[in-house]
């Protein structure tokens, strides 16, 4: 719904343009009404609105001019004269004040509704537009559902990053923080300002967009805040831009002020100086990345070994090298999403059929969704073991965590392994007239041919090459033993023998007997 002001000095007139617009259906709603323009400045002041209807000839204040010191209080604010003088000089200086449209009394029902329609056209366009400022800077769900007032771009703000500090505790018996806890606190800092609070897509982090009255500096205006949360009970780290600037320009204010966080951000929630190194900050040596490299990697080791004691054990050893109270957030996020993709289980899906082209894509398309899916697990995953309350209930919930991931990985062998080897056998069955070899194997299921050989030895006993033979001479036993009138060159051909010969030997050795001496003792 759009708001809208009418400026009129003659009553009837005025309550017929309210009922026009009022019975026109369209999604305006007249927020307020005014006989003169000194009047109608009072109402836009008052509170926002997306249209301003005015008269030319009013007394204390014309429409022209009422025009003219609206657009200073709301650039966006959308006008339509209304006026019984189609005198060209008028015209001509309402579209120098870039007037939306000029109509003339008596207004009629048709012609306020063309106007009004091309109106909100342009209105929809235009909010399309703030919406699209504002994607990637605020969290896609409150995006969504933000409405945008008329003047809500207009003019400059102060712009401040505000982030939860780690491990914080949830303020008041355990309720998540919001927007709202946060504009509250705000309030009693800046109680005359406007203020609006946005959470940004990244968790536990928000703008806030403040009116540019305040003198102070950016270190001076953020400080103040971080106190002021404080005080309600939201331990967080603050960044304040460094002047006021408009909101069309947020995009970039944002991406600065966030990759600050992300550089400045330390375990302990505060923020260390610009540029300013872990060891220049008093971490430990031992938290140097060199040292986290290598624990890394014999982390990524023992993983792959399915060694869980003496992960376990390296990663409680490991942990303070993350926790260390200057060591920066930024590294702890990142040591913890990669254990996360780590550990997640990655599946496997085998090639759908058809064509080589259409195979191929079926694996990259599947690949892709395994590759996808893993991917938002484990940023889940994360994501839960990070919002603990405390670094001692962190380090706890990722040791539990761990090992319960090292677990099932240590059983795919068993569930995993079965499934695959259930798929595997009903594969190599559809497919008894080709020549497959174990790495033929291995590509249509995205798996190691290693890993092939081992799963049908752990089920069978046997090399794959000979259960998969064992499954074609089974077949031939069938085959022979269905009639007098089958022909051992017609079954050689049907299980991918190229010479009947070589198969008369391969039968003779699994068998104990020839082809035609099997055939003979059944037929």
Known sequence: MYHAVIAEDSKPILRNIRMLIESSGLPVQVTATASNGLEALDCLRAGPADILLTDIRMPKLD????????????PRLHTVLISGYSDFEYARRAVNLQAFDYLLKPVEQVQLTEVLTRLLRQLDEQKRSDRRLLEGIVEPNHLAQMPFAADWFAGERRVLLIRRQPFAPE??????????????????????GERCVLPTPQVGQWLALLEAQTELSAEELAEQARQGLAEGGLAS????????????????????????????LTVDGRLASPGASEMESGASPQG????KLTLQAQLAELI??????????????????????????????RFVRWLADELVPHSFAPAAGGDAAAGESARQG??????????????????????????DAFADALHDWC??????????????????????????????????SVTDVAQQFHVSPSYISRIVKRYTGSTFVHYYMNLKIDEARGMLASGPDIKVKHVADALGFVDPHYFSKVFKEYEGSSPTEFKDKWG
């Open 403 to 436: 090992a319960s991931r090292l677990d099932a990985l240590q059983e795919p062998s068993r569930r995993g392994g079965e499934e695959l080897f259930q798929q595997l056998d009903r594969y190599l069955r559809q497919h008894l007239s080709a020549q497959l």
């Open 237 to 264: 780290a603050v960044l304040a831009a460094p002047q006021p600037a408009e909101l069309r320009t947020l995009a970039g204010i944002y991406g600065k002020l966030d990759r600050a966080m992300r550089d400045r």
């Open 304 to 333: 792959a070994q399915r060694q869980k004691e003496r992960f376990l054990l390296l990663l409680r050893q490991s942990l303070p090298h993350w926790l260390g109270g200057s060591a920066r957030y930024a590294g702890l996020e």
């Open 63 to 74: 429409g022209l001019t009422l025009i003219e010191q609206a657009k200073r209080l709301n």
């Open 366 to 391: 599947s690949a892709d969704k395994v590759a996808l899916s893993a991917a938002d697990s484990a940023d889940a995953e994360a994501s839960a073991l990070l919002a603990r309350s405390s670094a």
């Open 288 to 291: 140097s990345e060199a040292v």
């Open 171 to 192: 303020p008041c018996g355990g309720a998540a923080w919001t927007a709202d806890d946060i504009a509250g606190t705000l309030e009693n800092l800046h109680p005359a």
